[in-house]
C-alpha cells in the first residue's frame, strides 16, 4: 500500500438509497481533488450529503456512480479485503463522538492505536499530542472521568499518532469550547501540512472554516 502523498479524487461521484420503491438522490454529482498537505473542510446544509460524502471517502458505502482515485487506483473497485487492508493501512477517523473504550486509560487508547497500525513510533507521537491538546494530567483516566470535550480530544490525539496519509474528521470540534476548537482546528491543519496528509473535515464550526486551506461546499440534490 502506498503511503507517499496522494490526492484523493472524486470522479462523477452521486449517490441515491432506496425510498419507497424509488432512487432518492443523497449526494449531487461531484468530482473532486483533495490535495495532499491541505486541511479541506467540507460544508453545506442538512441534507445535503456531507455524512455519505465520508462514508464513500472511508469505503464504508460504494457510491452509486463514479470512482474514488487513490494513487492511480480506483478503490471503489477494489475487493473488500483490499479495501479492509488499505484502511487499514492509510485511514484514519475522528466521529463526532468519541469512541473510547470504557475500561481504557487515556494512555492506554494510544498505546492501543499503535498496536493496532503495528507502530511503536505512535505511542511517543500520542503522548506528544495529549499535551500539545491539554490532556497530559488526563492520562492515567477513564472515559467516565472525562468530560465529552476531553473525550474528543483523545480519540483526536489517537487518531493522529498513527500518522495515515488520509484523515476523515466529521464534526471533530462539536462537543468543544472555543479555545479548544481553535486548538483543535489549528492542529489538523498543521498535521496535514507536516505529514503531506489529506485531511477531509465536515464541520459547521466558524473556527474550522476559517483555518481551511480549501472548503468545499455541498448542496442539496
Given at each position: 500500500?502506498?503511503?507517499?502523498?496522494?490526492?484523493?479524487?472524486?470522479?462523477?461521484?452521486?449517490?441515491?438509497?432506496?425510498?419507497?420503491?424509488?432512487?432518492k438522490p443523497?449526494?449531487?454529482?461531484?468530482?473532486?481533488?483533495?490535495?495532499?498537505?491541505?486541511f479541506?473542510?467540507?460544508?453545506?446544509?442538512?441534507?445535503?450529503g456531507?455524512?455519505?460524502?465520508?462514508?464513500?471517502?472511508?469505503?464504508?458505502?460504494?457510491?452509486?456512480?463514479?470512482?474514488?482515485?487513490?494513487?492511480?487506483?480506483?478503490?471503489?473497485?477494489?475487493?473488500?479485503?483490499?479495501?479492509?487492508?488499505?484502511?487499514?493501512?492509510?485511514?484514519?477517523?475522528?466521529?463526532?463522538?468519541?469512541?473510547?473504550?470504557?475500561?481504557?486509560t487515556?494512555?492506554e487508547?494510544?498505546?492501543?492505536?499503535?498496536?493496532?497500525?503495528?507502530?511503536?513510533?505512535?505511542?511517543?507521537?500520542?503522548t506528544?499530542?495529549?499535551?500539545?491538546?491539554?490532556m497530559?494530567?488526563?492520562?492515567?483516566?477513564?472515559?467516565?472521568?472525562?468530560?465529552?470535550?476531553?473525550?474528543?480530544?483523545?480519540?483526536?490525539?489517537?487518531?493522529?499518532?498513527?500518522e495515515?496519509?488520509?484523515?476523515?474528521?466529521?464534526?471533530?470540534?462539536?462537543?468543544?469550547?472555543a479555545?479548544n476548537?481553535?486548538?483543535?482546528?489549528?492542529?489538523?491543519?498543521?498535521?496535514?501540512?507536516?505529514?503531506?496528509a489529506v485531511?477531509i473535515?465536515?464541520?459547521?464550526?466558524?473556527?474550522?472554516i476559517?483555518?481551511?486551506?480549501?472548503?468545499?461546499?455541498?448542496?442539496?440534490?
Amino acid at each position: 500500500m502506498t503511503t507517499a502523498p496522494s490526492a484523493l479524487q472524486l470522479e462523477g461521484i452521486a449517490h441515491a438509497m432506496a425510498e419507497a420503491e424509488r432512487m432518492k438522490p443523497v449526494l449531487a454529482t461531484l468530482s473532486h481533488t483533495f490535495a495532499p498537505g491541505h486541511f479541506h473542510v467540507v460544508g453545506g446544509p442538512s441534507g445535503a450529503g456531507k455524512t455519505t460524502l465520508l462514508s464513500i471517502l472511508a469505503l464504508a458505502i460504494r457510491a452509486t456512480s463514479g470512482a474514488v482515485i487513490w494513487g492511480g487506483e480506483e478503490l471503489s473497485a477494489m475487493s473488500p479485503q483490499r479495501q479492509t487492508a488499505w484502511r487499514r493501512a492509510n485511514l484514519g477517523m475522528i466521529f463526532q463522538t468519541s469512541r473510547l473504550v470504557a475500561v481504557m486509560t487515556v494512555a492506554e487508547h494510544i498505546t492501543l492505536a499503535a498496536t493496532i497500525r503495528r507502530q511503536p513510533a505512535a505511542v511517543p507521537r500520542g503522548t506528544a499530542l495529549l499535551e500539545r491538546l491539554g490532556m497530559a494530567d488526563k492520562r492515567h483516566q477513564l472515559p467516565a472521568q472525562l468530560s465529552g470535550g476531553e473525550k474528543q480530544r483523545v480519540a483526536i490525539a489517537q487518531a493522529l499518532s498513527a500518522e495515515p496519509p488520509v484523515l476523515l474528521a466529521d464534526e471533530p470540534t462539536a462537543a468543544l469550547d472555543a479555545a479548544n476548537a481553535e486548538l483543535v482546528a489549528q492542529t489538523l491543519r498543521q498535521y496535514a501540512r507536516t505529514r503531506g496528509a489529506v485531511v477531509i473535515c465536515v464541520s459547521h464550526d466558524r473556527t474550522v472554516i476559517e483555518a481551511a486551506d480549501t472548503i468545499l461546499m455541498l448542496e442539496r440534490p
